[in-house]
């Protein structure tokens, strides 16, 4: 029977900050990597590295100031990078139509689906008979999509190189797998980009799904860029599930 997948996200990378030679300037102590590479950009532009302006003198009055007056095209200096599993296809789709990411995504092709496990919605997960047929379902969806796969391999029987023939064949037979296939996701983005991602995704009307991501990355990124992040208010819905909300990104 088909097994039930978990929504796991970790960060991989995140941007260093190597102060430069020759300049007159240090980042505060406090200051994390990514908030001293948006603090020095935003410097570097005026050179303004002696502090003149003491109402943006510390880090984060100075980071503060930019989400303020919506200079965020900064904050894009700074990266992280996202191991995501435990997605489903459907989510996938929605987590790539955000187009300024970087994406490498888990290959149906490449990869046997024999052993992969599937992403079920809340609203199945929580009752025993829903979650029983959408298994069922997951499961003969399976069995036609193993069926498929050894017929086109015997229908591809003529191509000599093994390699492209089970590659054909998968690519084919994969039209057959439901949109709760788990998929496994890196993702990169910059804080201007995981920002617009947040905003959009981790609010009441999002799906379910792709809410839950969106507020674990930015659980996960808080701590990489605490006054990048700290704008965004969560809060617990009537069903349980988390949104949250920034009075600054729309």
């Not at 001293?36 to 532009?45: P, Q, T």
């Not at 139509?97 to 092709?109: A, E, G």
């Not at 910059?190 to 792709?210: C, P």
Request: hydrophobic residues 45%; proline residues 4%.
């Amino acid at each position: 029977m088909a097994s039930q997948s978990t929504l796991d996200v970790q960060l991989i990378a995140a941007s260093a900050f190597r102060p430069p030679s020759g300049v007159d300037w240090a980042p505060e102590a406090t200051a994390t990597d990514a908030e001293a590479i948006v603090e020095f950009a935003g410097r570097a532009s005026f050179e303004t590295f002696d502090r003149p302006n003491a109402h943006t003198a510390a880090n984060a009055d100075y980071l503060h100031h930019l989400i303020d007056v919506g200079n965020d095209a900064l904050l894009e200096h700074a990266t992280a990078t996202v191991y995501i599993r435990g997605l489903s296809r459907a989510a996938g789709e929605q987590l790539l139509s955000h187009r300024s990411f970087s994406f490498t995504q888990l290959s149906q092709r490449y990869v046997p689906e024999n052993e992969s496990e599937v992403v079920l919605p809340p609203l199945i997960a929580e009752d025993a008979e829903l979650r029983r047929l959408f298994l069922r379902a997951v499961d003969e969806s399976r069995f036609v999509y193993d069926e498929l796969l050894s017929a086109l391999e015997e229908h591809l029987a003529g191509e000599a190189n093994s390699l492209l023939r089970r590659k054909k064949a998968r690519q084919a037979a994969r039209a057959i797998l439901p949109h709760a296939s788990e998929t496994r996701v890196v993702v990169t983005g910059n804080y201007r980009t995981w920002r617009q991602f947040i905003a959009a995704r981790a609010s009441e009307h999002a799906d379910v799904e792709i809410r839950t991501l969106a507020v674990a990355c930015l659980e996960l990124l808080r701590p990489q860029a605490p006054t990048l992040f700290d704008d965004f208010l969560t809060s617990e819905l009537a069903d349980g599930t988390v949104m949250a909300t920034s009075p600054y990104v729309s």
